[in-house]
């Protein structure tokens, strides 16, 4: 068993239990923190597939950006456990059919292709980059699908803010910022003149 | 397992290491340097008492912090509470891996080393935010929210920011982008990307949670934030990579905007062919150094910014001015104003 | 890519620009100047058909690719694309007065609706499951917001909530049934899958692939028993959105069956022409039985549009190049007719009370007779009473599952849209023979009556000089 081997069941491992956990535990944060687990552990595994682009993207976008803010929804919610888990044992016959239907499809799908007939893809030859073969992929084969992609995301930008964005509401009080910035020192203070002299009967 | 895997295991862990002692060691004298030089801008002396100059207060204060006692707070979520300093430390650390100190001077010298850099680092708000999660006080949750909000925000402006490099170096590879700007200090990146340069170091000091981004620390209103519960040697490992982080900036801002250890004086007539124009990891150090003295310069400068206008900043300004930016920086290469590297 | 591709997809980008040109004016528009840009999007519309007209393809047998075989414009997908401008227009008509006495007018419903409109000219256009799936996220997304424009609705929130959920369920299954699809076949190209399926021969896999595919189209559709969703939509969608959501989403998803099950998977036409005809005869049976029950207009018509999706699939599922062009006349008419039938909806709508419930129809025939009658044409066609285009599309679907042998579903449809036909005119008693409950004038600006009228009055020219439209959609396949 080479090293490549061993690495690769180490993190399948993580990866599987992690992912069960997410759907196991009983706290939503402990199910966030793992599914934050569940991404490392796959990035580490497009990494053996010597995909780095891919795998550091992953980590980049979904643990560092999408599941921070995950967290942060999640960590103010007071989720009540009890109630959610209500119906759980009525639900569970179709759950577990459904399971076993995925299954066995999946199953098919190693039988009809067969897993010994599918070779482990070549290893990359000397100096290819796959950050440079994706983005040349991206803008010249898919470039129409990836524009279509970019505009959803647009889309879901103009959804949010639709929904969500309700102005500002009269007569609340804003800071305007711009002004604040200029505000010179004449607004704000006021140069009083004394007499420079103590008093010494009353002085301290 | 044989001989020469185990060779190659020992020799990793000693490169390691040898990445890793003196950058703590770095960490010790620059929180020293904190001090010394807010000091003297303050009109005050600095820690003086312990050895010459003061100069063994960091280890003074190590020892401190060792011998505390970490205290748990009741109804603290125990395992995260223990798990937050080290998944902060963690990237902080592991960053270092891919920073070239030299042209071979590199622990790992991967494709994709920036993004590399850029993730591990956007992974470093986990520990922010776990800390003040498990910690079971309010204080250090609303400084955990602000810090997340916070650099979630700056991310996206640092992440433009170096798509900007990416540009005009034509790699993403740190080795290959410091290389891209040979040719003395006008050819650095700096000059063409200027508004990119300030906007990632800006971003770089509010990613890190410092003055006037520290937010998330408010000791005047939030104590001292999402470590506040935290006492002994886990605060001291908060301590340690909020510092390492600073230095980490500082070694990014040199390697992309300040040509990394190229020498300024390249191809200046009658220093080309001495000492000073060559390339050194000295200067890549001395560079370091340089922006390393922003962030005290910064802190002894600017008042905090309120959260409002940290996040009107980020949204409102850095953003757009990146976007405009990557598109005059295309233009730049496209009419070769600009020559783009590999 | 080269700049003919561009070209070929030009009025793709042209709406693509106008949606976020029309993002920005609005921003900057006062809000009495609002209904600018109502103006500036039928105008986007006009254009865009033009360039459609100006550059069509010349027949069924000329298709263009463009970006790398992933879209495709032919005869079928220009026709289709007028008919959405066209819809699409009527419907900016009827929504700008629906918006204003609602107090709901923003430029996001028209820049949401250009960008739903885009995303099923990308479905139209598919060539590849990459564009077609991208087009049919484009078009849920949009419609998930627009469902919920009115935030203070609970209905709304609800049903964009139920829309949500469901609609993503199906994109999954669908998605699993493509990558299913790309497993076996190793490509997404829908014409290289067709031709790697026939090699394939019998293949349990492809037959997974296949239940997924139909499972999805099924629920775009909203065919039985994938319908849960449609009703709750109508009903708690504003008036103005459930029109949109009426019109040119079946019209794409008309071409997304095409699409999918004719280019895609032509092979396996054995297989899905039963899955269909079971979906069909479900859709006709229960829409029909069900709309009878319902007091609540926009619900009825939910229960018709079950129905209705029905018909358009036994064109579908005929398989036949006749069956096809059936099928597409049924859906252009279908969108025209409900159109028409959710705009009458609105102009009888006052501020804040959609007129959603029958009874609101009462006597309409004293109230405004002109809009009474076109109210009456607009059922009767949808019906399926001779004469009037809803009577030709019922006609041509069934003519082509006669022709491929399905006497019994032909039977079936036939007896469904006669029971089905009952709720129709019920309808037009209540307008002609009940006393009405209010004497409140009925009014609209006169832009809007125009466009209901020509809308209405078309169901009978239509009907009667149906065979150009017939020429059209023949000439597709």
């Not at chain 1, 879901?156 to 800071?175: D, F, K, N, P, W």
């Not at chain 2, 520990?127 to 925000?153: C, D, E, H, P, T």
């Not at chain 3, 009767?380 to 006669?402: C, D, E, H, R, T």
């Not at chain 3, 009925?442 to 809308?455: C, E, G, H, I």
């Amino acid at each position: 068993m080479s090293i490549q081997v061993l690495v690769f069941y180490l993190f399948g491992t993580i990866l599987t239990l992690s992912a069960l956990s997410v759907i196991t535990v009983r706290n939503p944060v402990y199910a966030a923190l793992f599914l934050v687990l569940a991404f490392f552990s796959s990035a580490a595994i497009w990494m053996l597939l010597e995909v780095e682009f891919l795998a550091i993207t992953l980590v980049l976008v979904y643990v560092g950006a999408v599941m921070v803010l995950f967290l942060f929804v999640v960590m103010m919610l007071d989720v009540n456990l009890s109630r959610l888990r209500e119906g759980f044992a009525r639900y569970l016959p179709v759950g577990i059919l459904v399971a076993l239907v995925m299954a066995g499809e999946l199953l098919l799908v190693i039988w009809t292709k067969g897993a010994e007939k599918l070779p482990l893809p070549p290893g990359n030859p000397e100096g290819f980059s796959n950050t440079t073969y994706l983005g040349e992929r991206l803008y010249t084969e898919y470039l129409f699908p990836f524009e279509i992609a970019a505009v959803i995301l647009l889309v879901a930008i103009v959804a949010a803010i639709t929904l969500t964005h309700r102005g500002r509401s009269e007569g609340g009080r804003y800071q305007d910022p711009a002004r604040q910035v200029q505000v010179t020192r004449d607004e704000r203070v006021r140069i009083v003149s004394m007499p420079a002299v103590k008093d010494k009967e009353n002085g301290a | 397992m044989d001989m020469q895997m185990l060779t190659t295991l020992l020799w990793t862990v000693a490169k390691i290491l040898m990445i890793v002692v003196p950058l703590i060691l770095t960490v010790a004298y620059y929180t020293y340097a904190e001090r010394k030089v807010i000091g003297y801008m303050q009109s005050r002396m600095g820690p003086n008492r312990v050895g010459p100059w003061g100069l063994l207060q960091p280890f003074a204060d190590v020892f401190k912090l060792l011998f505390k006692e970490i205290i748990l707070p009741s109804n603290a979520n125990k395992f995260l509470f223990y798990l937050a300093p080290v998944l902060s430390l963690a990237p902080a650390f592991a960053a270092w891996a891919v920073v070239p100190f030299d042209d071979w001077l590199v622990l790992a010298d991967i494709d994709a080393s920036l993004l590399y850099v850029l993730a591990l680092t956007s992974m470093g708000v986990y520990g922010v935010i776990v800390a003040g999660w498990a910690s079971n006080s309010k204080y250090a949750f609303i400084g955990a929210l602000r810090s997340a909000a916070q650099i979630v925000s700056y991310e996206i402006a640092m992440g433009f920011a170096l798509v900007g490099v990416i540009i005009v170096a034509g790699s993403i590879n740190l080795r290959e982008i410091v290389l891209a700007q040979q040719g003395g200090i006008f050819d650095w990146f700096w000059l063409p990307l200027l508004p990119l340069f300030m906007v990632y170091f800006i971003s770089g000091v509010a990613e890190t949670n410092r003055a006037p981004f520290d937010v998330a620390e408010g000791e005047s209103e939030i104590v001292a934030g999402f470590h506040v519960e935290y006492a002994g040697a886990a605060f001291a490992v908060f301590f340690l990579a909020e510092y390492a982080n600073m230095i980490l900036i500082s070694a990014l801002t040199a390697l992309l905007f300040a040509g990394g250890w190229l020498s300024p004086f390249e191809n200046v007539p009658l220093l080309a062919e001495t000492f000073i124009a060559q390339p050194h990891a000295a200067w890549f150090l001395g560079k370091m150094f340089f922006f390393m003295f922003f962030f005290l310069w910064f802190r002894a400068t600017f008042p905090r910014y309120r959260y409002d206008q940290i996040m009107r900043l980020g949204w409102k300004v850095f953003i757009p001015i990146t976007i405009v930016w990557l598109i005059v920086a295309a233009v730049f290469v496209l009419l070769g104003w600009v020559e783009q590297g590999a | 890519m080269t700049a003919s591709d561009l070209f070929i997809a030009l009025p793709e980008l042209f709406i693509l620009v106008m949606a976020c040109l029309i993002m920005l004016i609005d921003l900057y528009l006062p809000e009495n100047r609002r209904g600018m840009v109502s103006f500036i999007s039928v105008l986007t519309l006009l254009f865009a058909g033009i360039m459609v007209m100006r550059w069509q393809a010349v027949d069924s047998s000329t298709a263009q690719y463009a970006f790398n075989g992933t879209f495709v414009r032919d005869r079928m997908a220009d026709v289709l694309k007028v008919f959405c401008f066209i819809v699409l227009g009527a419907v900016f008509v009827y929504a700008k007065h629906y918006l204003r006495v609602f107090k709901l007018m923003c430029g996001e419903y028209y820049v949401l609706s250009l960008f739903l409109l885009l995303g099923a000219m990308v479905l139209i256009s598919a060539a590849s499951l990459l564009t077609v799936y991208l087009g049919l996220e484009l078009i849920s997304l949009s419609s998930y917001a627009l469902v919920a424009l009115n935030r203070d609705d609970r209905r709304g929130a609800e049903a964009a909530m139920k829309y949500f959920i469901l609609g993503s369920l199906a994109s999954g299954l669908l998605l699993y049934g493509m990558s299913m699809l790309y497993g076996v076949t190793g490509s997404l190209s829908l014409s290289d899958i067709a031709a790697s399926v026939a090699i394939a021969g019998d293949n349990v896999m492809l037959v997974f692939a296949l239940v997924f595919v139909v499972v999805g189209i099924a629920f775009k559709l909203g065919a039985v028993p994938f319908h849960m969703w449609v009703p709750d939509v109508y009903h708690g969608a504003p008036a103005a959105v459930t029109m949109l959501i009426g019109s040119v989403p079946k019209l794409a998803a008309f071409a997304m069956a095409i699409r999918l099950l004719d280019n895609g998977l032509v092979p396996m036409q054995g297989d899905w022409m039963a899955m269909l005809t079971v979906l069909a005869a479900l859709s006709i049976i229960v829409g029909n039985l069900v709309a009878i029950a319902q007091t609540n207009l926009k619900r009825m018509l939910a229960y018709s549009t079950i129905s209705h999706m029905g018909f358009l699939l036994l064109g579908v599922l005929a398989g036949t190049a006749q069956g096809y062009s059936a099928a597409m006349f049924y859906a252009i008419t279908y969108a025209i007719m409900s159109t028409g039938a959710f705009a009458v909806l609105i102009m009888l709508s006052k501020s804040g009370i959609e007129a959603e419930n029958l009874d609101d129809y009462k006597g309409l025939n004293q109230r405004n007779p002109l809009l009474a009658a076109l109210m009456l044409m607009l059922m009767f066609s949808m019906a399926g009473i001779p004469v009037f285009v809803g009577f030709f599309a019922k006609w041509l679907v069934i003519q082509a599952i006669l022709d491929v042998g399905l006497l019994w579903l032909a039977v079936v449809a036939v007896v469904f849209s006669v029971i089905g036909s009952f709720y129709y005119l019920r309808v037009v008693k209540l307008m002609y023979f009940d006393e009405p409950e209010t004497t409140d004038k009925v009014t609209a600006p006169a832009d809007f009556r125009f466009v209901l009228t020509v809308n209405g009055v078309a169901q009978l020219l239509m009907g009667i000089f149906a065979n150009a439209l017939i020429a059209l959609c023949v000439a597709s396949f």
